[in-house]
C-alpha cells in the first residue's frame, strides 16, 4: 500500500527559529501534496496544495512567507515555518496523491513553539 | 456551496454493538467522491472506506460499510461489533473532482465502553 512518512513527529523550537517539516512517499510518486494544520479537537484545515516542480498554492489567509512550501521532486514535500511564534504551535499533517483520487497521510508533526 | 457536515460531536457505544456516523454532505458537482478517515490520539489519519458518486452499490470494507443515500445526500459510515480500539475521532470527507481537494466535516469523536 502507498506510503507517506513524515518527519519529525514532534519538535520543541525557540521563537523566532525556523522548522522544516519532510514529507516523503516512500513507494509512490505523488503528483500533488497537501499540508494541513489541525488545532486540538478541530478537523484539519488545509493549508496549501503543492504540484511537482511548481509553486504551492496557498489557501486564503494562509502566510506564503511564513509557511514555505517546496514540492522539489515526486517523492519530497517540505514545509518550513520561518520564525515560528507560540501561535503557530499546531499539528500540522501532510498528504500525498499519485491520482487525484487517493489520499495518503503523514504520522503528522507536533510543533510546540517556547 | 461544498460542505460536509457531522452532526454528532461525541458518541459513546457499548463493545460489540454497530454504530452508525452521520455524514451529510452538499455539492452541485456530479462527479465527487466521499471518505472517511479514523484518527486515534497519535493523530495519524486512517483510510476506512471510499464511496464515489457514480458507484451503484454501497462499499464495504471488512466491519466498515458506508450507507450512500445519494438522494438525500448523505454517506453514513457504519462500524459492526465495535471494539475498544475503534474509539478516536472519524472525519468524513469529500473530494470535488474540479480540484481534487479533500472538503472536511468537523468529526464525531466516538468511544466504545467496554
Known amino acids: 500500500g502507498a506510503v507517506v512518512s513524515q518527519h519529525p513527529s514532534w519538535v520543541i523550537c525557540k521563537s523566532g527559529t525556523s522548522v522544516k517539516i519532510e514529507c516523503r512517499s516512500l513507494?509512490?510518486?505523488?503528483?500533488?501534496m497537501f499540508w494541513y494544520r489541525q488545532f486540538p479537537k478541530q478537523s484539519l484545515m488545509l493549508m496549501a496544495t503543492?504540484?511537482?516542480?511548481?509553486?504551492?498554492?496557498?489557501e486564503q489567509g494562509v502566510e506564503k512567507d511564513k509557511f514555505l512550501i517546496n514540492h522539489a521532486s515526486l517523492t519530497l514535500s517540505t514545509l518550513t515555518v520561518t520564525s515560528a511564534h507560540p501561535e503557530d504551535s499546531s499539528f500540522y499533517i501532510c498528504?500525498?496523491?499519485?491520482?487525484?483520487?487517493?489520499?495518503?497521510f503523514g504520522s503528522g508533526t507536533r510543533l510546540t513553539v517556547v | 456551496a461544498q460542505k460536509i457536515t457531522q452532526t454528532q460531536p461525541g458518541m459513546f457505544v457499548q463493545e460489540k454493538e454497530a454504530v452508525t456516523l452521520d455524514c451529510t454532505y452538499d455539492?452541485?458537482?456530479?462527479?465527487?467522491?466521499l471518505f472517511w478517515y479514523k484518527q486515534p490520539s497519535s493523530g495519524e489519519m486512517i483510510f476506512l472506506i471510499y464511496?464515489?458518486?457514480?458507484d451503484q452499490q454501497n462499499a464495504t470494507e471488512g466491519r466498515y460499510s458506508l450507507n450512500f443515500q445519494k438522494a438525500r445526500k448523505s454517506a453514513n459510515l457504519v462500524i459492526s461489533a465495535s471494539q475498544l480500539g475503534d474509539s478516536a475521532m472519524y472525519f468524513c470527507?469529500?473530494?470535488?473532482?474540479?480540484?481534487?481537494?479533500?472538503?472536511w466535516g468537523a468529526g464525531t469523536k466516538l468511544i466504545i465502553k467496554p
Open positions: 455539492t452541485s458537482d456530479p462527479s465527487y467522491g
Open positions: 498528504s500525498a496523491s499519485r491520482d487525484h483520487y487517493g489520499y495518503t
Open positions: 464511496q464515489g458518486s457514480y
Open positions: 503543492s504540484n511537482e516542480g511548481s509553486k504551492a498554492t496557498y
Open positions: 513507494d509512490f510518486q505523488a503528483t500533488t
Open positions: 470527507a469529500m473530494r470535488v473532482d474540479s480540484n481534487y481537494q479533500l472538503i
